[in-house]
């Protein structure tokens, strides 16, 4: 079997079924203040796919800053980015400080064809704000992304990051002009700005984190990772994986532990779940045959395994994944994950 080399982030954020969009271009004048409920609560009020859902704010002019409960407050300048992974509740706020207001109080009944402007605040300096989500599945869930911070800001202010503030300035000014092609164009820009700063978080991590991102620097847990995403239906042992890592069962097993806080094989068999997931939602496999291509004895085990990983039976998997909309089955097929082999089925590791 011929190994080719694995994109780890790019299979994991195609598991997530990733879709971005922009819904508010934000005019603040000072003085101003508002708050934002958890994302999965504002997300019930919006027209989203999901309740797992990643805010994010572009500060397209001027400046402001940002409280987060039990963080220092981040002052955001113009071409910053700030997301939050886990859709904490927060406040924006102009200079001086007045009480704020609830975002959703802003909003105009839907439904909205375009980005919806806000407006708010007094007479003085205007703030213009670009917000959008980022809607994936089982979010919160998702071992990889369960050791980010609450909130990622970007300032991509040096040479290395002129790809980025591009495509944030790019971003801002899609929302702002709404020319022809503008809403089509702008949830790609959205995925490929959070992808690039993923990355860049990803490249500055320091030596002693720990987490999906900082495993995939480190030269043996990342040399384990890429193989199994490369072959994920191989035969994998960890006798066989650590001989292909150059190095002993011990020190791949220790490696994995620190930083993903469990074994190879158990993070190898959570993945080929995943992309279980993926076939029962993108394809009309039976799910017997899901079950064998996966490794599982019986489609028996596969359900029992399939439930305690997602909550629910592959059945109900799929059926929930055909109740949503067109729009949304069509997002969730554009990017694909690792495939289901189609050749003669695994055995069990």
């Not at 994010?56 to 997301?83: K, Q, T, Y």
Request: hydrophobic share 40%; glycine share 6%; charged share 20%.
């Amino acid at each position: 079997m011929t190994e080719t080399p694995a994109d780890l982030l790019s299979d994991v954020l195609g598991s997530m079924h990733l879709a971005g969009t922009v819904l508010f271009r934000a005019e603040f004048r000072e003085p101003w203040a508002v708050t934002t409920p958890e994302a999965c609560q504002l997300a019930r009020l919006l027209p989203l796919r999901t309740e797992r859902v990643i805010p994010f704010h572009i500060i397209a002019s001027g400046e402001c800053w940002m409280e987060l409960n039990e963080h220092p407050a981040v002052r955001l300048s113009e071409g910053d980015v700030v997301v939050l992974p886990y859709g904490d509740s927060h406040r924006l706020r102009g200079r001086e400080p007045v009480l704020p207001m609830q975002v959703g109080s802003l909003l105009p009944n839907p439904p909205w064809t375009d980005v919806v402007v806000i407006e708010h605040g007094g007479a003085g300096p205007n703030t213009r704000i670009i917000c959008g989500f980022l809607q994936c599945d089982e979010l919160l869930f998702h071992p990889v992304l369960c050791h980010l911070p609450r909130l990622l800001h970007v300032s991509p202010a040096c040479p290395a990051d002129e790809w980025l503030a591009s495509t944030v300035r790019h971003t801002a000014a899609q929302a702002s002009s709404l020319r022809p092609g503008s809403r089509s164009l702008l949830p790609r820009l959205t995925e490929l700005m959070f992808v690039e700063i993923l990355r860049k978080y990803m490249q500055e991590l320091p030596a002693n984190e720990i987490g999906w991102f900082a495993a995939i620097n480190d030269q043996v847990a990342g040399a384990g990772l890429r193989h199994m995403h490369a072959m994920p239906f191989h035969h994998w042992t960890v006798d066989s994986l650590a001989r292909r890592v150059g190095v002993s069962r011990s020190v791949l097993a220790g490696r994995f532990k620190h930083f993903l806080d469990q074994p190879p094989m158990q993070y190898l068999g959570h993945w080929r779940l995943r992309l279980a997931a993926h076939a029962l939602t993108s394809t009309a496999t039976p799910i017997k045959s899901i079950a064998c291509q996966t490794g599982y004895e019986s489609e028996a085990s596969f359900s029992r395994a399939f439930r305690r990983h997602f909550g629910v039976p592959p059945g109900d998997w799929r059926r929930r994944a055909r109740s949503t909309s067109p729009a949304a089955a069509s997002n969730m097929l554009r990017r694909p994950s690792s495939t289901m082999p189609s050749a003669t089925p695994t055995p069990n590791t």
